[in-house]
């Protein structure tokens, strides 16, 4: 509305009442409860997606630290005395197994079968040590019958890397028998030393393909840095859908409410 009647003769508007400003406030009814909702709920989406981003980047750095360290000449225990992160490196020993103590690690899947690992300590003469070395996979069919597998009894040398699980440390649990080999479900090696009374090293080694070695193939990390990706793409399109159906919603009430539906 255009008013000319001031004594300057300055030419003033001033904004209609169903101006942009009453069209952009009018135009938009959410109601309370849905704009609590969305309050609560869409900061937390946009957090999971981007947590799942800087998983992925942690998986990235975790895989690139792992072929580096796969890369290097492997050493003896002893030349990684009070290293602050031992996960990872090539080690080597030599010694022998000890067959009578032998843990089968229950629940392992190997392309679509169910089978144990296997895990025996062995007597480490470079160290002076005894090293708990998991062998590898070994399927079992039928758990009415015992798992089979041989014992190297003579000197040997082995490469393998030293595991350390993701997060807190796990006790050693048995599943059933006190004899052995004892079926268990989880690991931690310092629990068998203290049960067999020797000194050993207190971390798991996975062997490297070679000697002793049965089924070693081990995923580095058991979520992909791409499948964190697409963790990621999923919580950041529900954040996109519940911002759409709440932007939706809001005009439809404001549009019912100006053709005077409640």
């Not at 798992?147 to 040997?156: A, G």
């Not at 499948?227 to 919603?249: C, R």
Request: proline residues 8%; neutral net charge; hydrophobic residues 45%.
């Amino acid at each position: 509305m255009r008013d000319s009647d001031n004594k300057g003769g300055a030419v003033q508007y001033s904004l209609p009442p169903d101006g942009i400003l009453a069209r952009l406030v009018g135009g938009f009814r959410s109601g309370w409860l849905p704009t609590v909702l969305v309050c609560l709920l869409l900061p937390s989406l946009v957090w999971l997606g981007t947590w799942q981003l800087a998983r992925a980047d942690e998986k990235r750095s975790l895989l690139a630290q792992y072929e580096a360290r796969r890369s290097a000449e492997p050493v003896a225990l002893t030349s990684l005395d009070g290293a602050a992160d031992p996960a990872y490196r090539r080690v080597r020993l030599l010694g022998r197994f000890d067959g009578r103590h032998s843990l089968l690690l229950d629940s392992r899947i190997q392309a679509g079968q169910v089978g144990v690992e296997l895990l025996q300590p062995f007597s480490d003469r470079l160290s002076g040590l005894q090293v708990l070395v998991n062998r590898g996979w070994l399927v079992w069919p039928d758990r009415r019958q015992p798992v089979l597998f041989d014992t190297p009894e003579q000197v040997i040398e082995l490469n393998g890397w030293i595991y350390l699980p993701p997060g807190k440390g796990l006790r050693l649990s048995e599943v059933e028998g006190k004899g052995w080999p004892r079926l268990i479900n989880r690991v931690e090696p310092s629990a068998l030393w203290l049960q067999l009374a020797v000194e050993g090293y207190p971390h798991e080694v996975r062997l490297e393909p070679g000697p002793a070695a049965l089924t070693v193939d081990w995923p580095v990390v058991a979520t992909s840095p791409d499948m964190h990706l697409g963790y990621a793409v999923q919580w950041f399109a529900l954040a996109a859908a519940l911002l759409g159906l709440f932007i939706y919603l809001g005009i439809y009430n404001a549009r019912e409410a100006r053709h005077g539906n409640p």
